[in-house]
C-alpha cells in the first residue's frame, strides 16, 4: 500500500513525502520583485515544517508585465544571487523548490489571446526560455509552468476566451500551440533532465470552454516532452471557487486528474481541496494519482506536513474561508497564531 510519506522522486526531484505547497503568492516580494527577508522566512517555514516539494508563488517572467503587489519576477539576470538565497534557505532543510513560471500580462491589464502578436507570442515563448535558466541558475531544482486560472497562457486553451484565427486559435492543436512551444524551448534550453512541472487547468467551468479537450491533448504531447509532471487544477482567479457542480467537497478535480494519470506516465499531482489524509491516500492507492499539493492550509499550517506524519487522523485546520487572499499586509492566513512568521 502506498502512503503519504512514501520517499519518491520526480525526475531528478527527490520528495521526502507527497505533499507539496502549490504555488501561493504571498504578496512580500519587493518593488523589484526579489524575495525580501519575511518572504524567505515563509520558506523557511515551510521547509522546516516538513514538506515534501515547494512551489513558489508565481513569478512573473516578463520585464513589461505589470504584476501585482509584491510578486516575485525573475526578468533579468540581476535577480539571481537574490533567489539563489531563497533556494539555498529550502535546501538548507533538505527540501527541493521548484519555481512557477507566469506570464500575468501586460501594463497592468489581463492580457486576452487576440491581443497578442505573433512577435508577442515568439518574445514570451523566449522569456520563459530565459526565465527558466535563470531559475537553473539560482539553484532550484525544477520550473512549474503556470497554465491555469484564466491567466494569459490558460486563456489560449479555451475556446470562448480565444478567438484567434491563426495557429495559435481554433482546433484544439492550435489552442494548446503556445504552452507546447514554452515547454519545448525550456527543454531544450535547460536541458535533458532539468524538471519541468506544468500546472494545467481541467476545466474553467465556462459553458463549452474546450479546456479539458485541449488539457488531455497537451497532457499526451507533453508527455514528449519529457515533463515531470502535471499539477491537474480548474476555475479562473476571480470566480467562484471551488466551482459549482463538482461532485466532491475534497479534493475536488480528482475525476479529472484520475483520467490524466490514466492517459499519460507523467506523474499527477492533484490540486483544490485536499484536506484529509484518508481521502488523500485512498486516492493514492485507487486513482494513480500520485501527489497532492494544497495552498490555503499551508498558510494556516506550515508544518502540516510534519503534523500529519504525527496525526494522520486529522484535518487540516484550513475552513477554506479565502481570508487569506488579499490581506493587506501580505496573504497570511488571519487565523494563524503568528501570521507571516517571525520577521
Ligand atoms: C492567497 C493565494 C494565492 C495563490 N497564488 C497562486 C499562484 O501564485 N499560482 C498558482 O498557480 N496558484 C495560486 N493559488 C491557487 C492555489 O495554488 C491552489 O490551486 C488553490 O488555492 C486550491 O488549493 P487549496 O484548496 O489547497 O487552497 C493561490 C491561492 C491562494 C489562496
Same mark, same amino acid.
Given at each position: 500500500?502506498?502512503?503519504?510519506?512514501?520517499?519518491?522522486?520526480?525526475?531528478?526531484?527527490?520528495? #521526502?513525502?507527497?505533499?507539496?505547497?502549490?504555488?501561493?503568492?504571498?504578496?512580500?516580494?519587493? *518593488?523589484?520583485?526579489?524575495?525580501?527577508? #519575511?518572504?524567505?522566512?515563509?520558506?523557511?517555514?515551510?521547509?522546516?515544517?516538513?514538506?515534501?516539494?515547494?512551489?513558489?508563488?508565481?513569478?512573473?517572467?516578463?520585464?513589461?508585465?505589470?504584476?501585482?503587489?509584491?510578486?516575485?519576477?525573475?526578468?533579468?539576470?540581476?535577480?539571481?544571487?537574490?533567489?539563489?538565497?531563497?533556494?539555498?534557505?529550502?535546501?538548507?532543510?533538505?527540501?527541493?523548490?521548484?519555481?512557477?513560471?507566469?506570464?500575468?500580462?501586460?501594463?497592468?491589464?489581463?492580457?486576452?489571446?487576440?491581443?497578442?502578436?505573433?512577435?508577442?507570442?515568439? $518574445?514570451?515563448?523566449?522569456?520563459?526560455?530565459? $526565465?527558466?535558466?535563470?531559475?537553473?541558475?539560482?539553484?532550484?531544482?525544477?520550473?512549474?509552468?503556470?497554465?491555469?486560472?484564466?491567466?494569459?497562457?490558460?486563456?489560449?486553451?479555451?475556446?470562448?476566451?480565444?478567438?484567434?484565427?491563426?495557429?495559435?486559435?481554433?482546433?484544439?492543436?492550435?489552442?494548446?500551440?503556445?504552452?507546447?512551444?514554452?515547454?519545448?524551448?525550456?527543454?531544450?534550453?535547460?536541458?535533458?533532465?532539468?524538471?519541468?512541472?506544468?500546472?494545467?487547468?481541467?476545466?474553467?467551468?465556462?459553458?463549452?470552454?474546450?479546456?479539458?479537450?485541449?488539457?488531455?491533448?497537451?497532457?499526451?504531447?507533453?508527455?514528449?516532452?519529457?515533463?515531470?509532471?502535471?499539477?491537474?487544477?480548474?476555475?479562473?482567479?476571480?470566480?467562484?471557487?471551488?466551482?459549482?457542480?463538482?461532485?466532491?467537497?475534497?479534493?475536488?478535480?480528482?475525476?479529472?486528474?484520475?483520467?490524466?494519470?490514466?492517459?499519460?506516465?507523467?506523474?499527477?499531482?492533484?490540486?483544490?481541496?485536499?484536506?484529509?489524509?484518508?481521502?488523500?491516500? *485512498?486516492?493514492?492507492?485507487?486513482?494513480?494519482?500520485?501527489?497532492?499539493?494544497?495552498?490555503?492550509?499551508?498558510?494556516?499550517?506550515?508544518?502540516? $506536513?510534519?503534523?500529519?506524519?504525527?496525526?494522520?487522523?486529522? $484535518?487540516?485546520?484550513?475552513?477554506?474561508?479565502?481570508?487569506? #487572499?488579499?490581506?493587506?499586509?501580505?496573504?497570511?492566513?488571519?487565523?494563524?497564531?503568528?501570521?507571516?512568521?517571525?520577521?
Amino acid at each position: 500500500m502506498k502512503t503519504l510519506f512514501d520517499e519518491t522522486c520526480i525526475g531528478t526531484i527527490q520528495l #521526502r513525502n507527497r505533499l507539496v505547497r502549490s504555488s501561493t503568492w504571498e504578496a512580500m516580494a519587493d *518593488e523589484t520583485g526579489r524575495p525580501t527577508p #519575511r518572504l524567505i522566512q515563509v520558506y523557511h517555514d515551510l521547509a522546516y515544517g516538513g514538506t515534501g516539494l515547494i512551489i513558489t508563488s508565481a513569478t512573473t517572467i516578463a520585464g513589461d508585465a505589470t504584476h501585482p503587489p509584491g510578486m516575485l519576477a525573475i526578468n533579468d539576470n540581476s535577480s539571481i544571487p537574490a533567489f539563489q538565497e531563497l533556494a539555498r534557505t529550502v535546501h538548507e532543510a533538505g527540501v527541493p523548490i521548484v519555481m512557477q513560471l507566469v506570464h500575468p500580462g501586460r501594463d497592468g491589464v489581463m492580457w486576452t489571446p487576440k491581443d497578442a502578436t505573433l512577435d508577442d507570442i515568439q $518574445a514570451i515563448v523566449k522569456g520563459f526560455g530565459d $526565465a527558466a535558466i535563470r531559475a537553473q541558475k539560482a539553484g532550484f531544482d525544477g520550473v512549474e509552468i503556470h497554465a491555469a486560472h484564466g491567466y494569459f497562457l490558460s486563456q489560449f486553451m479555451n475556446v470562448r476566451k480565444n478567438t484567434r484565427t491563426d495557429e495559435y486559435g481554433g482546433p484544439v492543436e492550435n489552442r494548446m500551440r503556445f504552452l507546447l512551444e514554452i515547454a519545448e524551448v525550456i527543454r531544450a534550453r535547460t536541458g535533458e533532465t532539468f524538471p519541468v512541472l506544468v500546472k494545467i487547468n481541467c476545466s474553467d467551468f465556462e459553458e463549452d470552454d474546450g479546456v479539458w479537450d485541449a488539457t488531455r491533448a497537451a497532457c499526451k504531447d507533453l508527455a514528449k516532452f519529457g515533463i515531470s509532471a502535471f499539477e491537474i487544477s480548474g476555475g479562473v482567479n476571480g470566480a467562484q471557487f471551488p466551482p459549482q457542480g463538482l461532485p466532491y467537497e475534497e479534493s475536488i478535480f480528482r475525476d479529472y486528474a484520475t483520467e490524466i494519470a490514466r492517459t499519460t506516465a507523467v506523474p499527477v499531482i492533484l490540486v483544490g481541496c485536499n484536506r484529509t489524509p484518508s481521502v488523500m491516500t *485512498e486516492l493514492l492507492n485507487t486513482s494513480g494519482i500520485r501527489y497532492f499539493s494544497l495552498s490555503r492550509p499551508f498558510l494556516r499550517q506550515p508544518d502540516l $506536513a510534519d503534523y500529519w506524519k504525527e496525526n494522520p487522523d486529522r $484535518a487540516a485546520e484550513c475552513i477554506s474561508c479565502d481570508s487569506c #487572499r488579499n490581506q493587506p499586509d501580505g496573504n497570511v492566513c488571519p487565523f494563524r497564531e503568528s501570521p507571516g512568521g517571525e520577521i
